[in-house]
């Protein structure tokens, strides 16, 4: 099965919360009336799409009756399609590697949301892409989180830089960005906690990781992808602000997508946010995490065959 496949496959959910009930909603009138457009607002609220891009949405549509553009209810689905897609491409941009590596390529988010394994499968891409990868054990506050990666750097063939439990995760993030640079790494990805057990701040303690690696390397980090289960819906979105001011995220890796029916949470954090989606999980296999692609996720979303 492609990747591609598998997207669709992941969207089930979603697509059944989503684009069945418009499909529905559809068949169920003849005309579009206001009780019509009130029906599809509630639609587009109930697939954890968001208020302001539901807003935004409802008006684009009211736009696209008076200029003829929808005609009837069967316009709709192709329109809306367009739309999506529009508002995921605008002013996307892939993850770039750096001119001169080491890539450092910071990674948060809270825990339970499958950031290590995450890192892993991210490192699994690269390496398959032919880069040379080295992971930071930068969660030094949960017991697991260590042992857990190391599991993936030997899963994947690459080098796992790490401290005892307890250790101060910049000193983890400034030994990786030295030992990357003296092994010529092509990427670093650097794990980091998701609480701290101690009374200190975790946003002051990414924020001290970030000005330690940029010390060492000019601009690193490269990306700083904040990890969110797409299953906890509009929560994922009050995860991204608070992260995004805090650690200047530049873009999120939206994990367990097939899980659940509130894939539209991926337009809501690009609409709102003004977040993009850069990388996106479907299933549990190493290789079942892929770079998002927004027409595919739109074409996906709106396609059951």
């Not at 030992?179 to 002051?204: C, F, P, Q, V, Y």
């Amino acid at each position: 099965m492609g990747f591609f496949d598998k997207l669709k496959a992941g969207l089930e959910k979603t697509r059944k919360g989503f684009t069945e009930k418009i499909e529905q909603l559809v068949m169920g009138y003849a005309k579009i009336d206001d009780e019509f457009l009130d029906d599809l607002e509630a639609v587009l609220l109930s697939a954890d799409v968001g208020v302001h891009t539901t807003s935004k949405l409802m008006s684009e549509i009211r736009a696209g009756i008076k200029s003829k553009e929808i005609q009837s209810p069967d316009h709709l689905k192709p329109f809306l399609q367009e739309k999506i897609s529009a508002i995921l491409s605008d002013g996307f941009i892939e993850d770039t590697l750096a001119n001169e590596a080491p890539t450092v390529v910071m990674v948060v988010g809270v825990n339970g949301v499958g950031k290590t394994t995450t890192i892993g499968k991210l490192g699994n891409y690269y390496r398959e892409q032919g880069h040379k990868v080295m992971l930071a054990a930068g969660d030094t506050f949960r017991a697991a989180a260590i042992d857990q990666l190391e599991i993936w750097g030997q899963r994947i063939n690459a080098e796992v830089i790490k401290h005892t439990e307890g250790a101060d995760p910049a000193a983890v993030a400034f030994d990786a960005v030295q030992s990357a640079k003296a092994r010529k790494a092509d990427i670093l990805i650097i794990d980091t906690a998701g609480r701290l057990h101690t009374k200190s701040n975790l946003m002051e303690e990414l924020k001290k990781i970030k000005r330690i690696i940029a010390r060492e390397i000019p601009n690193a980090p490269h990306e700083t992808l904040l990890v969110l289960d797409a299953t906890t819906g509009q929560n994922a979105i009050s995860q991204a602000k608070i992260f995004g001011e805090a650690t200047q995220v530049s873009g999120v890796v939206l994990t367990k997508l097939d899980g659940t029916a509130k894939g539209g949470v991926v337009i809501g954090m690009k609409a709102e946010l003004k977040l993009p989606v850069k990388w996106i999980g479907v299933g549990e296999g190493v290789n079942d995490l892929r770079p998002f692609n927004p027409d595919d996720f739109a074409q996906a979303l709106f396609t059951d065959k």
